[in-house]
T-cell receptor
Framework: AQKITQTQPGMFVQEKEAVTLDCTYDTSDQSYGLFWYKQPSSGEMIFLIYQGSYDEQNATEGRYSLNFQKARKSANLVISASQLGDSAMYFCAMREGYRGSARQLTFGSGTQLTVLP | DAGITQSPRYKITETGRQVTLMCHQTWSHSYMFWYRQDLGHGLRLIYYSAAADITDKGEVPDGYVVSRSKTENFPLTLESATRSQTSVYFC?????????FGPGTRLTVT
């Protein structure tokens, strides 16, 4: 079974509007972390936001927020006020376990976001 | 330069040749990782290292060898390159939650 599922291969959003990128995960661990990375056309991987499984509040970083619904095992990324520079591939990732674990990430297949002027 | 660097950035090699991809980080992070990125698969873990002289396999380790004699370096070697190893390779390191990625190496095996 896929550990990270991103069901939207591609998304379009109008500039200045908000957009939600979906991510569901599968783990039996109680302690885990969820991440979102952005990969622009230039190819680098840019860390956006992190949510720990025990964090009670949704993580926010500037225009990025993570809509964490633990019971549904979803960790959707919300980008507010989209900008043309937000056009990129977005990856959801999970790290299972916490201290003492290997800390490797499992990635989803990504969502290609295009912001329209 | 501070951060995490990879070399070479681009490499073309022939089937059967040995090739080594270099990764260097300046943060003294304990954990380092090698991922490959192929269309439709996102990033997949090849090998990781928890510290110098400690390495372990990831999801797709076949055909690859790693070593880590120094904390800051984590080279990845393709012992006998195959066309299926044509990919973009990312090195990453972490000292906490988020992983920081290098710029990637685009490898083509002809």
């Amino acid at each position: 079974a896929q550990k990270i599922t991103q069901t939207q291969p591609g998304m379009f959003v109008q500039e200045k509007e908000a957009v939600t990128l979906d991510c569901t995960y599968d783990t039996s661990d109680q302690s885990y972390g969820l991440f979102w990375y952005k990969q622009p056309s230039s190819g680098e991987m840019i860390f956006l936001i992190y949510q720990g499984s025990y964090d009670e509040q949704n993580a926010t970083e500037g225009r990025y927020s993570l809509n964490f619904q633990k019971a549904r095992k979803s960790a959707n990324l919300v980008i507010s006020a989209s900008q043309l520079g937000d056009s990129a591939m977005y990856f959801c990732a999970m790290r299972e376990g916490y201290r003492g674990s290997a800390r490797q990430l499992t990635f989803g297949s990504g969502t290609q976001l295009t912001v329209l002027p | 330069d501070a951060g995490i660097t990879q070399s070479p950035r681009y490499k073309i090699t022939e089937t059967g040749r040995q090739v080594t991809l270099m990764c260097h980080q300046t943060w003294s992070h304990s954990y380092m990782f090698w991922y490959r990125q192929d269309l439709g698969h996102g990033l997949r873990l090849i090998y990781y290292s928890a510290a110098a002289d400690i390495t372990d396999k990831g999801e797709v380790p076949d055909g690859y060898v790693v070593s880590r004699s120094k904390t800051e370096n984590f080279p990845l070697t393709l012992e006998s390159a195959t066309r299926s190893q044509t990919s973009v390779y990312f090195c990453a390191s972490t000292g906490g939650h988020e992983q920081y990625f290098g710029p990637g190496t685009r490898l083509t095996v002809t």
